[in-house]
């Protein structure tokens, strides 16, 4: 079975992403075609890049990045559900994906973005990022807006139209999931 990590792209307190992924991880649990997990980036507690050797090389020296690369590994493709901050993705995703190299390759990935231009540019900035760590970036993507996705910019309440767009998208991600399993299978 296929497993799917839908991963919280933001540590910054009173953050909406969480509450974000867990109606991803809802709309997905709902499907028979994957497993689908949180993957919480705030429960990793990653330092800024402490590793002395580039993640490239494999060889890991802290144990919260064995930690956290040994949770990565154990995902065939991935949900990013990502802020929009600064015309980009947060810096704690960005540094999360950083630490690791190798449990990434292989796999594919999916978006959920949420901003006032629904997240838009943090997803592009994602995909540019996904390209370097070989992982396959699907087309659909899910943007939701800071205006008419939350009220008051705080309660999440997305409209039901998004919901159509989270079903492609995890399509997307499964098939391709899938495709790259023989892939990761020869590599392994």
């Known amino acids: 079975m296929i497993r799917i990590g839908v991963i919280v792209g933001s540590t910054r307190p009173g953050r909406k992403a969480l509450d974000v992924a867990k109606w991803v991880l809802d709309i997905a649990n709902l499907r028979s075609d994957a497993v689908y997990e949180l993957v919480d980036i705030a429960d990793a507690r990653l330092p800024l890049l ?44 960005k540094n999360a994906i950083d630490f690791l190299f190798a449990e990434w390759n292989n796999k594919a990935a999916g978006f959920v973005g949420y901003g006032s231009m629904g997240g838009a540019r943090a997803i592009e900035s994602l995909r540019l990022v996904m390209g370097e760590i070989m992982v396959a970036d699907v087309r659909q993507a899910v943007q939701l807006s800071l205006f008419t996705d939350f009220e008051n910019f705080s309660t999440f309440k997305p409209a039901t139209m998004h919901e159509q767009s989270v079903e492609k998208m995890l399509d997307q991600v499964v098939a391709w999931s899938k495709a790259l399993q023989g892939v990761r299978q020869a590599k392994g």
């Open 50 to 93: 402490d590793e002395p050797m580039p993640p490239s090389m494999g060889q890991y020296s802290q144990q919260h990045t064995k930690d956290w690369a040994a949770k990565i590994a154990h995902y065939d493709g991935f949900v990013f559900v990502t802020p929009e901050y600064n015309h980009g993705t947060s810096g704690a995703l």
